[in-house]
């Protein structure tokens, strides 16, 4: 493939039928292959089976019934277990149910409708409440927004973590920021990974508002996919060190360590966050599903342990990653008209292509087979500017659909491209 943005009118015209050609038989095959949502395949769901099983008869944890109401926080090993896999000490750990994207929600309806310990009053209250979001980012952060009415600032992702040059020019000038998502390892959808120095600015910046919260979220700690254990800096020690304890609230969950939709969630902050979050939350419910916390407790601890079961996930999905990459590199990298991120870990790929052309890159494949993430999903109000991210979630496929569905994308992605650069010459 010849670099396309370099060609002559007449070259570009030809290579565009061909590649036309080549999506029509592609299409033609009325495949349905999906690289939508980045959930776990079902091999990948099969590595904890043996939690179909758990607990069994015998139900005491610890002295504690798991059938009965109560220990609101989680049992405390569960709390021990996971607690450094997130940087911080299982006191100020809480377990929630079965999703963090639950306690994200919640921390945001409790500082609306209550403001957060070092509040003046509840955000609700303020005459706008502002949160930067890094983007390309995770769309469902953004809906929590869009529900409850918090504009977005976006800021742009850099290969450090988001640019925060900008980011604390905003919260120092803006004291109605008062938040901000933050996806620091493997982040959805580039595979970004926070460096110390992005860390350690966000744990310092000067913020005007003195209710500041980084919503700190580590879905994909230990999701490794290279034989690198990449670490973060620890943003709660960070914070703390800084004179801003009460700055991070972390989340986490098991989704995809365990079963992503019967998991074990987690919050962490700082000792009055967390003393904040359990008094609301003890509204909420007189005590989380001890039941599901204590299989995971006995799963977590047989064959091997969290890293022996994560590397049996990063046996079933790196290939799928491989696939992708390599694919990528071969039918475009030459083309000038696509980049891509080559994560460590997570569950994502961005994809970058010409500007305005991601829509209809999403469009070609839809109408060939192949159901891709919408375009500008990675943007707050569903909005990229520059109609140019596109998100691939490779994980749920098995490999030979993977394999197909994104050799697909590949034409839709020079398609659109050439369509694009021949608008160009014509006018
Ligand atoms: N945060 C991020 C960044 C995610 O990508 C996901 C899953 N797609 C979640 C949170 C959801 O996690 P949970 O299942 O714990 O709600």
Not at 147 to 158: A, D, H, R, T
């Amino acid at each position: 493939m010849p670099n396309l943005t370099t060609l002559g009118a007449n070259d570009l015209r030809a290579v565009h039928e061909d590649i036309r050609r080549r999506y029509q038989a592609f299409a033609e095959r009325k495949l349905k292959l999906n690289l939508t949502r980045g959930k776990p395949s079902s091999k990948q769901l099969d590595l904890s089976n043996e939690l179909l099983g758990l607990p069994g008869a015998d139900y005491m944890a610890g002295g504690v019934d798991t059938r009965n109401y109560g220990e609101l926080q989680g049992l405390p090993e569960l709390r021990a277990q996971l607690a450094p896999i997130f940087g911080v000490s299982p006191d100020r750990v809480i377990l929630g149910d079965n999703a963090s994207l639950s306690l994200m929600h919640d921390a945001v309806v409790y500082s609306m409708l209550k403001g957060t310990v070092d509040s003046d009053k509840p955000w609700s209250r303020e005459s706008r409440v502002a949160f930067i979001c890094p983007v390309p980012g995770y769309d469902r952060h953004f809906s929590i927004c869009a529900q409850f009415g918090i504009e977005m600032i976006p800021v742009p992702m850099l290969e450090t973590g988001p640019d925060m040059d900008a980011v604390e020019k905003l919260v120092a000038a803006d004291p109605q920021i008062k938040g901000m998502w933050c996806v620091p390892k493997y982040s959805n959808p580039c595979g970004t990974v926070y460096s110390n120095e992005t860390v350690e600015r966000l744990a310092k910046m000067k913020t005007a508002a003195r209710d500041f919260r980084l919503f700190w979220d580590n879905a994909y700690a230990v999701h490794h996919l290279t034989a690198e254990a990449v670490e973060i800096a620890n943003i709660d020690e960070l914070c703390a060190r800084h004179g801003h304890p009460n700055r991070a609230f972390i989340f986490g969950s098991t989704s995809k360590i365990t079963f992503a939709g019967a998991g074990v969630a987690l919050f962490a902050s700082s000792k009055d966050n967390s003393a904040w979050y359990l008094k609301n939350m003890s509204i909420r419910t007189i005590g989380g599903d001890k039941v599901n916390q204590l299989r995971h407790i006995r799963l977590l601890n047989s064959n091997g342990g969290v890293a022996a079961l994560m590397d049996r996930h990063r046996a079933s999905l790196a290939p799928k990653f491989e696939q992708v990459l390599n694919t990528f590199d071969k039918e475009l990298a030459a083309s000038g008209v696509a980049k891509w991120t080559r994560p460590k870990g997570g569950y994502f790929i961005s994809l970058e292509v010409l500007d305005g052309c991601a829509k209809r890159v999403v469009q070609l494949a839809k109408e060939a087979g192949v159901e891709l993430t919408p375009a500008g999903a990675t943007h707050p109000l569903g909005k990229d500017p520059h109609d140019r991210f596109i998100r691939i979630a490779p994980s749920f496929p098995e490999l030979a659909e993977v394999t197909e569905a994104v050799q697909g994308v590949a034409v839709c992605v020079l398609l659109a491209a050439t369509e694009k650069l021949l608008q160009s010459h014509a006018s």
